[in-house]
């Protein structure tokens, strides 16, 4: 029995051998070799995901320059941290060799069902282009916007309840409050639908001052959060990561976690798509539909069509339920997921530069003035130039969106060397966004630079919103939406960070979370 015990563990040792000599021999004879760090059997170069994901391209581009590689699994990824890198990538030509975000054999995102239904990884052009095309023709248009800047005041205001309830002073957690806020509005603006996330929220502080949520309200809505957290976390988690290394013991549990919670809210969203469904089929004909995103999606090319008819003769069909859940669970993470977090670093930056903050409030005072009741349109925030400069340059220091990814349907050349076709790159935003060749003083808080004659050309080096065809079709409605809730906030209210020596306590997945900003929160004296 020794003896067979001794020859089963010989083999295995010889396999082993042979394995590694052979990983090892593909390696230093691969071709472009890049710079990088060396990669271990099995698991590449994971054990440098101890750092955050966000920060982690950034300690390597100065170890190893603007273009480096690294490996999870066998799996080889190429970083590009220079402008010039990615010129190829940001055309917003049909004919782009850049247009998808992965390959098409991501087993993970298939195992997850993430893959080709809705836009982030959708790799049918013509199936994307119809998603895209709906878009364009609803959330950029101006009349959304102005529902858009409704359901925020809307909204505000019965935050600021709360708030008067809890007394001035008190210490807020505040990025609990801004994401229920962001998944109130967001709710508005997509289903017309209350979620009382806010409401939900406020009553789990206390025990005798419950506000009264109606039995038809979304049900568990701190659970919805977590559950689009999920979401955002498995489109970077099932990408990156193979099916071996997602069943190691350790992480074997947090996958199966990460497919729960996504599976619970595709189920909920689908409950919220077969409600709407049995609304328009009760509603008659001759009645006004609810004019939000998810009748359009549901009405899109029928009889009921709320759109501006977007039929032609390549985008002719309706939805499937299974396309609108992919696509209202994309549309709420963007909503909700980079709003607040945008807002907690924004507040973050303003605290520590107080003659910037100083002159942000008093263009607020100037363009909105001081009477709060005053109703903020569309029009006063168009004029909000300086506020646009803080939200840009906030982004450009503190990329919610470290990195996407790319890949190549061709070879292509990048950097003077040959890639072949489903090379996996990623385009590292915040390493070109600190970049001394495109930035003057790249480490210093400085909102001036996008403001003037500069600041138009210092935008196209920015890249808040992704590049080429890909970039986030709700754009003008984000940066509307920052503005508002900024002018909303400053305007009646002075914001205090408890402890100005804390740093950002964040994490990344696919956006910069922030997981903690104490504040508080003061009435200022107009």
Known sequence: MVHVYNDILSIVVVVLIIYISHFYYKYFTRKNPLPGPIPLPLFGNLFLFRHDIGELP?????????????????????WLCREDLIQKMTTTSTRSNFHNLTTPDNEGLKEVGLLNTALVYNLNYKTWEFYRRFYARSILKSSFNIKAADCIQ????EMEDYWEQLGEGTILEFPRWIKRFFTDTTFLMAASKPTYSLASYYNSLFTDKKVHIPANSLKESDTFIRAIDAFVTSLLYFLLLPKYLRELPGLRG????????????????RGIIKERREEIEKTPEDHELAHDLLTMFITINTSRDITEKIADSLHDRPMTDEEICGNFMELLSGGIDTSSNSICYIIYYLSHYPKVKEKFIEE?????????????TNEDIGKLEYCEAVIN?????????????????????IGGMTFPADTQFFTYFQGIHKHKSLWTDPEEFNPER???????????????????LRKCPGRNLAMLELKLTLALLYRKYDI???????????????????????????????
């Open 58 to 78: 950034g300690l390597l581009q100065k170890k190893y320059g603007d273009i480096f590689e690294t490996y999870i699994g066998s799996r080889k990824f190429v």
């Open 154 to 157: 809307e909204a505000f205001r």
């Open 254 to 269: 947090y996958t199966n976690n990460l497919k729960k919670r996504v599976e619970w809210l595709k189920n909920n969203v």
């Open 364 to 376: 607020i005072d100037r363009v909105v003035g001081k009477d709060i009741s005053h109703k903020i």
């Open 393 to 413: 340059e906030c982004s450009r220091i503190f990329s919610i969106l470290p990195s996407v990814g790319k890949r190549n349907a061709k070879p292509d050349e």
């Open 450 to 468: 996008f403001m003037g004659k500069n600041g138009a050309e210092n935008k196209k080096h920015l890249y808040t919103f992704g590049i080429g």
């Open 496 to 526: 205090e960070l408890v402890d100005m020596n804390s740093p950002i306590k964040y994490h990344t997945a696919i956006v910069r979370t922030c997981d903690e900003l104490k504040v508080r929160i003061k009435k200022r004296n107009i």
